[in-house]
C-alpha cells in the first residue's frame, strides 16, 4: 500500500469512498436525508477545490482510502469501507502523523472511529457540541503528542 498526493483525476475516486464511508459510518449518527445529501457530487465539488490537502491511499492500482488534513489538523480520513481492517487507514493515519498533524475531531458517537484512534495512541482532550449539517452535534477532539 502507498500514500501519494492526490491527483485531479482521483476525484471521482475519493468522491466514491466519501459518500461509502459516510453512509455506512454515520447511519447511526446522522439522519438519513442529511447523508443522502453527502454524495459523489457534493465531495467532487469540495475535493475539487482542497486537491492539495489530500493524500491517497492506493493498493493493487486502485484508491482505498483518503486523508484531508489542514496544518496540523486531521479533517477526514476514510477508507472504503470493504477495507476496513486492511492497514489502509493506520497507514494513512502514520502517514499524516509524520506529517505532524496533531489534532483531529469526530463525532462522539462514532465508536468505531473514536477506538481506531485511541489504539493508536490518540487521546480525547475534550467533549463539546457544535453545528454540523444544520443541526447541534455531539463531538470529540482528540490530540496526540
Known amino acids: 500500500m502507498i500514500v501519494r498526493p492526490a491527483r485531479e483525476e482521483d476525484i471521482p475516486a475519493l468522491s466514491a469512498v466519501a459518500a461509502a464511508a459516510y453512509r455506512k459510518g454515520f447511519a447511526g449518527i446522522l439522519e438519513p436525508l442529511t447523508i443522502v445529501a453527502f454524495d459523489g457530487p457534493f465531495f467532487a465539488r469540495r475535493f475539487a477545490e482542497q486537491l492539495p490537502a489530500l493524500k491517497v491511499a492506493e493498493a493493487e492500482?486502485?484508491?482505498v482510502g483518503f486523508s484531508k488534513t489542514t496544518g496540523e489538523h486531521l479533517d477526514m480520513l476514510f477508507v472504503v469501507p470493504s477495507r476496513h481492517g486492511s492497514g489502509a487507514g493506520s497507514t494513512l493515519l502514520a502517514e499524516a502523523e509524520g506529517r505532524g498533524v496533531r489534532t483531529l475531531e469526530c463525532f462522539r458517537d462514532n465508536e468505531p472511529?473514536?477506538?481506531?484512534?485511541?489504539?493508536r495512541g490518540w487521546r480525547l482532550l475534550r467533549s463539546y457540541e457544535r453545528e454540523f449539517a444544520g443541526k447541534v452535534r455531539a463531538f470529540v477532539f482528540y490530540g496526540k503528542d
Open 113 to 119: 472511529a473514536r477506538r481506531f484512534y485511541e489504539r
Open 61 to 63: 492500482g486502485g484508491v
